[in-house]
Structures are given as C-alpha cells and as structure tokens.
C-alpha cells in the first residue's frame, strides 16, 4: 500500500489578494512560509517518508521544499500536480470574474464539477489528470509513504471522485484549508480518502479560502 500526503500550499499572495491564481505563479505570503514549515514539522514527527512530489508552480514547491528539508529528500517538481488551467480567469480577482461571467462563476461556486474556465481545462479534465497523476506515481512506489504537495482544486477533485465516484459530487466536498494534510491511500489500483483537511497542528495559523469561492 502506498499512502499519499496530500498538502495544500500555504497561503499565497494569490489568496491574499483573492486572485484566480491557476497557472499563474503567485508565492508564498510570510504566512504560507509559517504554515510551510509548521506542517514540515508536524509530517516529520508523524511519519516517516519516502519521496516528495510537487507541483511546479512555487506556492506549492515550496510549501513541499519545507518538508523536503526537514528529512533530507530531494523533491521532484511534477506539472500534472498543478492546480487547474483557468484560462480567461488567470490571475484575475474573483470580484471582476463574478461580475464579467456571472453566470458561469455562479457555476464554478454551486456546481464546481462541472465548469470549464472560458478557454481552460474542465475540473473534470482537472480530475483525470490528478487521478492518472496519483495512480502513476503510488504504482512507482509501493510500499512507501509519498508527500504531494499541490493545490485545492486537485485535492477536492480528488475527494469528490474517489469518495462519491464523480466530480458532480463536489459540491458536497469542502474546500481544505492552506497547509492542510489530506491522507489518501493507494493499494491495488484503488485510491481511498483516510482523511482530508487535517490542519491542527497549524493552530493559530489557519488560513482559508473565502465562503464566496
């Protein structure tokens, strides 16, 4: 079996700014970095890990550098843990996308499963991805306990699929919060959530998205 820590980066100037981040590389605030290495510290004492993955964009990479660190692990960037392509949204406030595509962001925020951002990847592409992403690496690593340091949309995706069999479920999935733990378990081709969102150990220090995302 292998067994998946699924972190959210920490907070980045995208969240701060409430920006449509996607592809779009927005860093880390001094926040991100501090819930960065709270969680380093908390996946050290807890568990003993084998790789590290992330997803190339630096609000990710460099949450999952923190964890890197601490055990002594290169990290391998992976572009497929990205978060989803948002095409037109790309680095745009969510107050100037709801008002321009009231509509669609109207979907994006009741039925997130079913959207695709004007010129962008559909969340159900975004889950085919991840999905494949994950199979992938946990068959390349039997037995072993891997770190994935990558976004929300993915790790909702993630949630919604494996959990309810379909992105149409995720409006029934919450968004997790910045640095959080999402546990999920890889064994005989089946992905199954043992736990997602764990962020006590970033006490004081939780960020997260806003209710109207």
């Given at each position: 079996?292998?067994?998946?820590?699924?972190?959210?980066?920490?907070?980045?100037?995208?969240?701060?700014?409430?920006?449509?981040?996607?592809?779009?590389?927005?860093?880390?605030?001094?926040l991100?970095?501090?819930?960065?290495?709270?969680?380093?510290?908390?996946?050290?004492?807890?568990?003993?890990?084998?790789?590290?993955?992330?997803?190339?964009?630096?609000?990710?990479?460099?949450?999952?550098?923190?964890?890197?660190?601490?055990?002594?692990?290169?990290?391998?960037?992976?572009?497929?843990?990205?978060?989803?392509?948002?095409?037109?949204?790309?680095?745009?406030?969510?107050?100037?996308?709801?008002?321009?595509?009231p509509?669609?962001?109207?979907?994006?925020?009741?039925?997130?499963?079913?959207?695709?951002?004007?010129?962008?990847?559909?969340?159900?592409?975004?889950?085919?991805?991840?999905?494949?992403?994950?199979?992938?690496?946990?068959?390349?690593?039997?037995?072993?306990t891997?770190?994935?340091?990558?976004?929300?949309?993915?790790?909702?995706?993630?949630?919604?699929?494996?959990?309810?069999?379909?992105?149409?479920?995720?409006?029934?999935?919450?968004?997790?919060?910045?640095?959080?733990?999402?546990?999920?378990?890889?064994?005989?081709?089946?992905?199954?959530?043992?736990?997602?969102?764990?962020?006590?150990?970033?006490?004081?220090?939780?960020?997260?998205?806003?209710?109207?995302?």
């Amino acid at each position: 079996m292998t067994k998946f820590l699924m972190i959210r980066h920490g907070e980045s100037e995208a969240n701060l700014k409430r920006v449509f981040a996607g592809h779009y590389n927005a860093p880390l605030t001094d926040l991100g970095r501090r819930q960065a290495r709270a969680t380093a510290e908390y996946i050290k004492q807890t568990f003993k890990v084998d790789k590290i993955y992330a997803s190339d964009l630096d609000r990710a990479f460099c949450t999952g550098k923190a964890t890197a660190d601490l055990f002594g692990l290169d990290i391998t960037p992976t572009k497929e843990l990205r978060e989803i392509y948002a095409g037109d949204w790309e680095g745009r406030i969510f107050d100037d996308i709801k008002e321009e595509y009231p509509d669609l962001f109207g979907k994006w925020f009741g039925d997130t499963g079913n959207v695709r951002p004007p010129n962008g990847e559909s969340v159900e592409e975004l889950g085919d991805r991840i999905i494949t992403c994950i199979k992938k690496i946990g068959d390349e690593n039997p037995d072993s306990t891997v770190v994935l340091a990558t976004h929300a949309t993915p790790i909702r995706v993630l949630q919604a699929i494996v959990t309810y069999g379909s992105v149409n479920a995720m409006k029934n999935v919450k968004w997790v919060s910045n640095a959080s733990v999402t546990t999920v378990l890889y064994e005989n081709g089946t992905l199954t959530v043992a736990e997602a969102g764990y962020d006590k150990h970033l006490s004081g220090i939780i960020s997260e998205l806003p209710k109207d995302i």
